[in-house]
């Protein structure tokens, strides 16, 4: 019986940095008592795994998520859940529809300089995603102090 390759080893021990392969299908491995077809197994599940997961977040629709580092310098994501990314769009709304009716008062009778006040002053709502996410992170890392 051959011993796995040392890329074998590597590609199993990448792997094995993502939380959920590590606790699941790589719990307990001795990477260097592998033979080749085992490593070769095992990579085949972890990649498969890793895939459906991928897919299944995918179907869920789009995910708005931020990269930073904790206050020990680790890198960390976060990411707006479906209640948080309906609050900012609710509220967004509610700033679109009060800047629209602050036009319509101040340009009664020129919908072209509505539409063109309003396009200026607006924010986008990519920008309220982004500022929630910003203000998610600043309340995560002082949560990470453990």
């Known amino acids: 019986m051959e011993s796995a390759t040392e890329k074998q080893v590597m590609a199993l021990k990448s792997l094995a940095r993502n939380p959920e392969l590590s606790q699941g299908i790589l719990k307990g491995i001795k990477f260097s008592e592998l033979s ?6 095992l990579i085949t599940k972890c990649y498969g795994k890793k895939e459906n997961n991928e ?5 869920d629709g789009v995910r708005y998520s ?12 976060t990411n707006l859940t479906e209640e948080e990314l309906k609050g900012v769009r609710e509220a967004h709304r509610k700033h ?11 340009y ?3 919908p072209e300089l509505i539409l063109a006040v309003f396009d200026k002053r607006c ?7 982004q ?5 998610k992170v600043r309340k995560q890392r002082p949560n990470n102090q453990n």
Do not use: M, V
Request: aromatic share 10%; with cysteine.
């Open 36 to 41: 080749k077809q085992e490593a070769s197994q």
């Open 108 to 110: 009664p009778e020129e």
């Open 55 to 59: 897919e299944q977040h995918d179907e």
């Open 66 to 77: 931020q990269n930073y580092r904790d206050n020990y310098g680790i890198f960390r994501t």
């Open 131 to 135: 500022q929630a996410l910003d203000e």
């Open 123 to 129: 924010d986008k709502i990519f920008t309220w995603i």
């Open 96 to 106: 679109c529809q009060e800047i629209l009716e602050e036009c319509n008062e101040d």
